[in-house]
């Protein structure tokens, strides 16, 4: 039987210029009516484009395609492989994607519910790099090769704000959990590197720090907002017997709409 143009694009869900498309790239070549001029295509034809349909759905590029035209089947087959493995490698890096964008959610859930409140709860261990202290930018070789590994090599990497307890000074940079670690294999970069510091297990109090997104660059707009959770703070300190133990570690969540939110971890103990 002999399809034209028009049932051949009905038959798999595409328009008439996909066909010719796929008639330029070479994978079918239809006969021409000497009459009409009218093309005609093969039950091969549907299924080779059937086919190919399938393949660029898998990811594989025209080009890619193309290599395995007139190959021996264990070329494709190896071809194949190649491939299958590029999707497991994507479909586990969206796992850890979809585990990060599942915990932000959470957060941005837990700062709508504590509102101005705070909970104890334990800071999970994470190991971080920082990039700068109060207005200046730290660029030792070492420490940017540090940044673009954290950056690139790790799917979960998180943004933080660091404040020291000592010297009240706050520095900026990114962070993995341990677990991440764990899960992502990333152990190397980790081995006797002098930039990559440790925040360990342990209790803290958590709540929400919100400004307009307009104040983002400006800390002295940024400053009563900042006056106002430390008042609350002292306030939640002295009612629940506790002292400040340890740098406090904020967790940025975004600031593409109206404001700018993190989420505060301030270490505690009890006095």
């Not at 200046?136 to 704000?161: G, N």
Request: glycine residues 4%; hydrophobic residues 35%.
């Amino acid at each position: 039987m002999k399809y034209r143009t028009n049932d051949l694009a009905k038959i798999l869900g595409v328009t008439t210029n996909t066909i010719r498309r796929y008639e330029k790239n070479g994978y079918i070549t239809p006969e021409k009516s000497t009459d009409s001029g009218y093309r005609s295509y093969t039950q091969g034809d549907i299924l080779k484009i059937g086919l190919i349909r399938l393949l660029r759905k898998c990811g594989f590029t025209h080009y890619e395609i193309e290599e395995c035209e007139g190959r021996a089947k264990e070329d494709i087959r190896d071809i194949a492989k190649n491939k299958l493995n590029e999707l497991d490698e994507q479909i586990q890096r969206l796992k850890f994607l979809r585990h990060w964008l599942k915990d932000n959610i959470a957060m941005i859930d837990t700062c709508k519910i504590l509102d101005t409140d705070f909970t104890i709860m334990d800071c999970p261990p994470v190991y971080y790099v920082l990039y700068s202290n109060e207005d200046k930018l730290l660029t030792e070789k070492e420490r940017l090769k540090t940044i673009t590994d954290f950056m690139y090599a790790a799917p979960e990497v998180q943004s933080i704000k660091l404040i020291s307890e000592k010297t009240k000074t706050s520095s900026l940079g990114w962070a993995i959990k341990e677990m991440d670690i764990e899960r992502v294999g990333l152990h190397d970069i980790f081995k006797n590197n002098k930039y990559i510091k440790y925040y360990a297990l342990q209790k803290c109090i958590y709540t929400p720090l919100r400004y307009p997104s307009k104040y983002a660059d400006a800390p002295d707009m940024q400053a009563p907002y900042i006056e106002e959770l430390n008042k609350r703070k002292e306030k939640f300190l002295q009612e629940n017997n506790f002292a400040e133990k340890g740098d406090t570690m904020l967790f940025f969540l975004g600031s593409l709409g109206e404001n700018t939110d993190w989420m505060v971890c301030i270490p505690v103990a009890e006095k």
